[in-house]
């Protein structure tokens, strides 16, 4: 890792390609301030589209996004309701920002559960990115579990008698990229929540008890100078 002169900002090599963020705490942030956990949603959003940009100007080339678990429908109607709303903020937010930040989108998850103007809206968000360069994956009503299941059935339908690694690695949501490096966690809990099993084999880790819409820039660097502070031998020496 480097540091820019003058500016002390981090700059990111090819060690660091790929960002996961599990984006966990929104509710605890709108708790604290005495509002609806509806409320830190829409704070969480507006956070997203800022450490999307950092990233994306400190060089990282591909950033993954917690958004929607496929056990979150389990929570109160009217949050479920307020995150759908949302959901659409994200798509938008993250369309105005192709341009922009040569952004290039992908939904991992089953769309196949949203209604036809929101699937239309996630098919044309992939569709005008499509030649961009900085790889923004939105994992919506995802579950690492159910997209495993999802791969073993797409390759039994492609008539494969005989499985490799990587035939599963590439039947699944996240094929057009490698697998993140670092995984990043706010909101203080030490667990994966269903997220990227598979993709996390070798992932660093990284938990903070900040809560995701207060993940701020200089976090993000002691985050990164951490990360270039450890030695992955992937089993070797
Ligand atoms: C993460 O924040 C966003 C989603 C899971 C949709 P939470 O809503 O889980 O916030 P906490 O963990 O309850 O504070
Ligand atoms: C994980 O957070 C899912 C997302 C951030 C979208 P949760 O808040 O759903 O995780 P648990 O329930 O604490 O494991
Ligand atoms: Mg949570």
Same mark, same amino acid.
């Given at each position: 890792?480097?540091?820019?002169?003058?500016?002390?900002? /981090?700059?990111? +090599?090819?060690?660091?390609?790929?960002?996961?963020?599990?984006?966990?705490?929104?509710?605890?942030?709108?708790?604290?301030?005495?509002?609806?956990?509806?409320?830190?949603?829409?704070?969480?959003?507006? %956070?997203?589209?800022?450490?999307?940009?950092?990233?994306?100007?400190?060089?990282?080339?591909?950033?993954?996004?917690?958004?929607?678990?496929?056990?979150?429908?389990?929570? /109160?109607?009217?949050?479920? $309701?307020?995150?759908?709303?949302?959901?659409?903020?994200?798509?938008?937010?993250?369309?105005?920002?192709?341009?922009?930040?040569?952004?290039?989108?992908?939904?991992?998850?089953?769309?196949?559960?949203?209604?036809?103007?929101?699937?239309?809206?996630?098919?044309?968000?992939?569709?005008?990115?499509? $030649?961009?360069?900085?790889?923004? %994956?939105?994992?919506?009503?995802?579950?690492?579990?159910?997209?495993?299941?999802?791969? !073993?059935?797409?390759?039994?339908?492609?008539?494969?008698?005989?499985?490799?690694?990587?035939?599963?690695?590439?039947?699944?949501?996240?094929?057009? !990229?490698?697998?993140?490096?670092?995984?990043?966690?706010?909101?203080?809990?030490?667990?994966?929540?269903?997220?990227?099993?598979?993709?996390?084999?070798?992932?660093?880790?990284?938990?903070?008890?900040?809560?995701?819409? +207060?993940?701020?820039?200089?976090?993000? $660097?002691?985050?990164?100078? +951490?990360?270039?502070?450890?030695?992955?031998?992937?089993?070797?020496?």
């Amino acid at each position: 890792m480097l540091f820019k002169k003058h500016t002390e900002k /981090p700059v990111v +090599d090819e060690r660091l390609r790929h960002i996961a963020f599990i984006m966990d705490g929104n509710g605890r942030w709108a708790k604290k301030r005495s509002m609806p956990r509806e409320a830190g949603h829409a704070s969480g959003a507006k %956070n997203f589209k800022k450490v999307i940009r950092y990233c994306g100007d400190l060089g990282v080339k591909i950033i993954t996004v917690y958004a929607f678990s496929t056990e979150n429908w389990k929570r /109160p109607k009217h949050e479920v $309701d307020a995150i759908m709303g949302l959901l659409s903020d994200y798509i938008a937010d993250a369309v105005a920002m192709v341009d922009e930040n040569n952004i290039q989108l992908h939904f991992l998850g089953d769309m196949g559960i949203f209604p036809p103007e929101m699937q239309a809206k996630i098919k044309n968000a992939e569709e005008v990115s499509k $030649d961009k360069e900085l790889i923004l %994956n939105i994992a919506l009503n995802y579950g690492a579990r159910a997209e495993i299941a999802h791969a !073993c059935e797409t390759l039994i339908a492609s008539g494969k008698t005989e499985v490799a690694e990587e035939d599963v690695t590439s039947a699944l949501y996240t094929a057009h !990229c490698p697998d993140p490096d670092l995984i990043v966690r706010t909101g203080g809990d030490l667990r994966l929540s269903n997220f990227l099993l598979w993709q996390a084999a070798y992932a660093e880790f990284y938990f903070t008890d900040t809560l995701w819409p +207060d993940l701020g820039e200089r976090e993000i $660097d002691k985050i990164v100078a +951490d990360f270039y502070s450890r030695k992955r031998r992937y089993g070797g020496l």
